[in-house]
């Protein structure tokens, strides 16, 4: 079955940009979704088709896919954003998440 | 607008069967290319998929649970359920419906989800 990797943790001072990689094979013939996960709640689509932001998702968030390698960047970061990410694949109709990401604005 | 709700109990006993519903509104599960999905997330640790079903009741599982797994649906009452046989105190997370949105490229849209407690 498909994997996604992700680093368990990355860390971002306020205004600045930071990037969530999300490797697997099956990232160079497959969209990536990314979600947001804030403590307690549900995930939140913020990233669909590698690159699209879903309505009322701020520009700062924005996605990319090469080769083999997914990546999500928040540009001027905010406290607010801090948060657990996930990356998503679809493979045959199966749904595949990489591990989770949490980033720590500080 | 979608929204989609789970429910259940929130505490059963080892070996026991959980049975959660998802029920939903802002898409019907007849139309085609439609899908609901499960998903979970234990405690403290990465989401976890655990089932869908398709508009034409077309259904997958997770490879490590399948033979625990059913997915049904009742597409009159916009509902999507979910059976776990043979629960362990493992199996405690918290249990989301999803479902993949045409308009976002089947990103999913989630529930609030429903924490379920597996203890004696």
């Known amino acids: 079955s498909s994997e996604l990797t992700q680093p368990p943790s990355v860390s971002v001072s306020p205004g600045q940009t930071v990037t969530i990689p999300c490797s697997g094979d099956?990232?160079?013939?497959?969209?990536a979704c990314w979600y947001q996960q804030r403590p307690g709640q549900a995930p939140a689509l913020i990233i669909y088709q590698d690159n699209q932001r879903p309505s009322g998702i701020p520009e700062r968030f924005s996605g990319s896919n090469s080769g083999s390698t997914a990546t999500l960047t928040i540009s001027g970061s905010q406290p607010v954003d801090e948060a657990e990410y996930y990356c998503?694949?679809?493979?045959?109709?199966?749904?595949?998440f990489g591990g989770g990401t949490k980033l720590t604005v500080l | 607008q979608i929204t989609l709700k789970e429910s259940g109990p929130t505490l059963v006993k080892p070996t026991q069967t959980l049975t959660l519903t998802c029920t939903f509104s802002g898409f019907s599960l007849s139309t085609s290319g439609m899908s609901v999905a499960w998903i979970r997330q234990p405690p403290g640790k990465a989401l976890e998929w655990l089932a869908i079903?398709?508009?034409?009741?077309?259904?997958r599982y997770s490879p490590s649970l399948k033979t625990r797994l059913t997915i049904t649906k009742d597409s009159s009452r916009n509902q999507v359920v979910l059976r776990l046989a043979n629960l362990d105190p493992l199996d405690t997370a918290t249990y989301f419906c999803?479902?993949?949105?045409?308009?976002?490229?089947?990103?999913?849209?989630w529930g609030q989800g429903t924490l379920v407690t597996v203890s004696s």
């Open positions: 999803a479902h993949p949105t045409d308009v976002y490229g089947e990103g999913l849209s």
């Open positions: 998503q694949v679809w493979d045959s109709s199966v749904v595949v």
């Open positions: 079903i398709y508009w034409d009741d077309d259904k």
């Open positions: 099956i990232l160079r013939s497959r969209f």
